[in-house]
């Protein structure tokens, strides 16, 4: 989920200073015939990591808009008034009118997420805070209100050097953090709680915009973009928002880079080296499938990838070493009359492993958000309700002990169009590029968006992407293997 | 939640001949309308008390309709196939395809209840499960499912006397129930939890309808006729139902009976036993509110009723030995403008008491599900999901300590009529009628339908309505006052 906010996006001063001054007069004009309409008032949550820029941002906001139509509230600890009163009683009391803006900073996302950390609550308590939230915000949409949620991020890395230049600067040292981020665990537990609430909380009437923190210019451009689109998409309708899908519920970076072109696609494996790494490693999953703690778990692969990525050989090298009764391949392909008879995820459904079966997905539940949406086979709202959907559905499976292994096999274009025209000379291999793959390949940077958004949105704490650099055949090859051994290791060390 | 399926609903048996083979015939062919569309699933959901005949009810269905078109799915034990993968796959591999109708028994709603009954799992995992849930059949109504929830419901007396004679009658005593319906603990706990389920998954796109079951008749009837008029609504959309509102999401009752209806009109107090009574009560709120278990509390009464049913009065005997330093009453007019650039129910979280402390609403949210919605000054999705948006509410000051207690001051349409014609008569009563008094009046049949489905979708295990029998202001008087008194002393026994 917070993969491609790690990835030290920036902007240039240049880009930057040439963006700002139509952005911040567009804001203004916006924030302006805000307070004409008086339709809606707009509420801002900011959330994220220790030293990401939460205030920066806050004062920012003053900076560029008009600061008497903003209220910045801050809820730190509980006033004896607010401790006399139901715990949402704090919120109730500082929401913005019609018209204004209210920038809430320390507020119920950061109170769940403190409570979790800290072990005040458990996991099923912060499910209850998440369902009160989804109803709040729900309520809140419905009555007009349009709510930005923003996730501001940082690496482990980049926030251990923030802190410490936060440290070293005589103007910032006062600044104590609530949390003990300076500890690692602290760091881990907040971003795999922070993952949890965000997959649940994600509407298309209230979505999360995780956005990178580290590079200062990078984050108010694309705060101040996500802001002005919503607001001008919202002033735009006829009635007041009400649960209306945000304009861009899916933000494309503004610095034109996505998790897939951040991959390091140099990486290969010589002929004896994947020789032998790849033997160790089939031999290793031939042995973790018939380890007695198999029974309580069931292992899924999923294969996605650019066409010519090399899917289909980097299936046929995991089953290499396996009994064929052991595992079983679900290539997917159109759904059948049966399949279109029942809704989306029923054709997966039907082939989930029981426990201790191991089953791999050429192709995937992913579609919808892939082709589906590239070509429009399905209806904008089809394909976002799909992320939440394909959340709740991996979150059974994981529920249920399965082991979910999901691999995006990337290739560049270069290599693509080799791969292609290779495929046809080869008579063997001509079957294997059709019309389709040529006009797949003119959508590449269409697809490429749909790929970042998919990870962004999909790639959680319980079930993580794995980008596979698969430019070199063999590199990819041991790396799946590789994942998927070391997925299982994992789920079997876990009590 | 369930008090209006309490009261002896029934239809006599002419009535019932003469409506059948209309609502059969035309339940067939909207069945075949629904093969022949086949652009949606139709999934019955029957649940509720043991012995209210959900059995009988599937038999019907199946009588009345093609069985070759309805499949009909018990679930039971889970098997080994069941076991070996996620919960919900027993409840996916067996969903009916678009065209047909799935009638579920022993559903998720079975499974979670049973699971909290017997103390397998706790409150917050059972608000896991509700999550669960509500997320699984937003999915599925997104897919165009069509889903009708029906909650069967007996009270406890009427379920003991259908045990007894089930246990006598050698057809049906083989028939030993699941949990140990005997007791009465189980029957308490099993409404409690399901009051809490309904209120939670009730939506307008897939509400819950609770029918009365103990008179067969009856109960045929009004789950046949939900279920065409549900069914021929979802036919007439040109789109999939995706999400729609039901096409009676609150049904009136088939007999014409509501919970109004069937108060005891009649009971009155002598002035004696008033003065006496009143008095006595009157002392004990008093010395309740300054217990000292109360500053873990606060107590907030909320005061509707029929235009003339004595509101002011009792609320001016509830305070008659209050300090008024200890009470405060909110008397709710139209909304100012400041409150009309806020979500609805801002206007009343505003003034939502402090621990230790007691307040009075003379009129309240509940406005937006009667006023608001027989004059039309809101749409009917604004108060359809005012319900939900209520129980939210109340549950979170329920959580926070407020005890809670809601009043509907019922008088007849004679009464009310001697009391506004009294009022015209007496010179400084005259201010308390106005043209708009005589308007509602005429509505008077719409407001007693929003009584009653207010009363059914907002009476919860956490804030039941009281209803008073108000012709008689004195009976109606220290009724008010025993129930406050009788809440807090409940809350003060709970630890």
Known sequence: MFESAEIGHQIDKETYDAAVPALREALLEA????????????????????????????????????????????????????????????????????????????????????????????????????GTTVRFERMLCDEGALIFKFWLHLSKRQMKARLKTLQDDPLHSWRISPLDWQQSKTYDDFVRYG???????????????????????????????????????????????????????????????GLVDSLDMTQTLDKDSYQQQLVAEQARLARLLRDKRMRRHALLAVFEGNDAAGKGGAIRRVTGALDPRQYHIVPVAAPTEEEQAQPYLWRFWRHIPARGRFTMFDRSWYGRVLVERVEGYCSQADWLRAYSEIND?????????????????????????????????????????????????????????????????????????TLIEANDKRFARVKVLRTLNEALEAAFARK
């Open 195 to 257: 993952e949890r609430v965000l997959r649940r909380t994600s509407r298309d009437y209230a979505p999360w915009y995780v956005v990178e923190g580290g590079d200062e210019r990078y984050r108010c451009l694309t705060v101040g973009r996500i802001l002005l689109e919503g607001l001008q998409a919202a002033l735009r309708l006829e009635e007041r928002p009400r649960r209306q899908p945000h304009a861009a519920p899916v933000a494309a970076s503004i610095d034109n880079r």
């Open 31 to 130: 924030q302006f015939e805000l307070r004409q309409q008086a339709r809606f008032p707009v509420i801002i949550l900011l959330n994220g990591i220790e030293g990401a820029g939460k205030g920066e941002t806050v004062k920012l906001l003053n900076e560029w808009m008009d600061p008497r139509l903003i209220q910045v509230e801050t809820f730190d600890q509980q006033t004896d008034e607010e401790l006399a009163r139901p715990p949402f009683w704090r919120y109730w009391r500082r929401l913005p009118p019609k018209g204004r803006t209210g920038v809430f900073f320390g507020n119920w996302y950061s109170q769940m997420l403190q409570g979790r950390v800290h072990q005040r609550i458990d996991d099923a308590q912060l499910d209850q805070a998440i």
């Open 393 to 465: 559905f991996e979150e059974q499976l994981t529920d249920a002990g399965v082991v979910l292994v999901k691999f995006w096999m990337a290739i560049d274009q270069q290599t693509q169009l080799e791969r292609f025209q290779e495929r046809e000379k080869t008579a063997f291999k001509r079957f294997k590029i059709t019309e389709d793959d040529w006009r797949n390949r003119d959508k590449w940077t269409q697809y490429v968006d749909a790929v970042n958004d998919m990870v962004d949105r999909t790639s959680t704490e319980i079930a993580p992407w």
